[in-house]
């Protein structure tokens, strides 16, 4: 019976808690820093203009209906996509060894990713980052992984990579572990391994015979450039190695709730795609049939169109420009009150978040106390810092500390 349902854990959903609390809460102070989602500094969700331009072109195509899509998805939409994360001289993409499906996001593509990897590849142990973006671990044991397990990731006293840790991790790790990375912009640390550290990384996973798995949900929020922000991806495809890599379009085009993504599969042998793509079918097939058509088009038509696509950039740095500048001011601000510790960190982290070192109970009082909505990690969102609530936000965590 029903009485028999037992209360389910609130750890994953925190985010939604938390802009739920500060939906409902009365006071003009409140600031929410949970939720991963770009803010403009009057505080408003955005609609990127190329967005705008591209739905009014699509509501004025008189061929286009809402019929089914394949259960695959569009393919305008899933080679553009494809083509944008491995870059026009892409010799797997040349060479025919790439196959590419339209997920529901990001966390869609994982999901297929992982019912995939563990129903026909049979693997059972997934690594991810301590800490990391908390659904890895969810998706991963709903799909059929039973063994799930943390690399090292972060250093909070140095406030940075423990990469010692993290490759000592992979070097322990069992033959066919699928090791879940951040392709750049990592959530929640805003902080990734350098192109050197990559390249080790790389060496560790081809010795070890693990499999990577790239989470690639922030391309352009890390650097503001696609191309740099794709280079970790790249850089184990063009090195031959077989992987899968999730795309989301929630950030980078502010198609949250559009629910647009595509998972990429790269193999060494392409007389194995016939049998993967039947098998990607049938998963997606009794999951949800087909993927939804109106965010995959918006992302084709820009993608596929160079003018289009150059105004997409502009507005990528739009929104890299104001965090950046976001991060310079919280610093300097936390500086000036000179609260205790070192902020430099607030800095030298990119892409969207930013780790902020509070511990639990600094956190609950900037909550309680003070109106910001923060994760219980000390994550912030930097996208919910504008010119109006800046001060506030660093005077409550200065209180918080001191
Ligand atoms: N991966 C990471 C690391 C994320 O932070 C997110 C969203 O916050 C996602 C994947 C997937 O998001 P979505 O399913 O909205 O594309």
Redesign the pocket.
Known sequence: TFANVQAGSTIYTQ?FALTKAFQDDKSDKKVNLSV?AYRTDDGKPWVLPVVRKAEIMLANDETLNKEYLPVLGLEDFTNASTGMLLGSASKAIAEGKVISTQT???????RVAAEFLSRQMNFNTFYYSAQ??E??GLIFMNAGFTDGRTYRYWDSEKRCIDFEGFKEDLNNAPENAVIIL?GCA???TGSDPTHEQWKELAQIIKSRKLFPLF????QGFASGNLDNDAWSVRYFADNGFELLC?Q????NFGL?NE???NLVIIVSDPSVIANIKSQLLLVIRAMYSNPPSHGARIVAKVLNSPQLYEEWKTCISTMAERIIKMRKQLRERLEALKTPGTWSHITTQIG?FSFTGLTPKQVEYVVNECHVYMMGTGRISMCGINSSNIDHVAQSIHDAVV
């Open positions: 985010a991963g529901l996001s990001g966390t869609g593509a994982l990391t973006w659904n890895h951040h990592h959530n929640p989470d690639c949900a922030y999730c989301s379009y929630a950030k949250y629910r647009v993504g969207m």
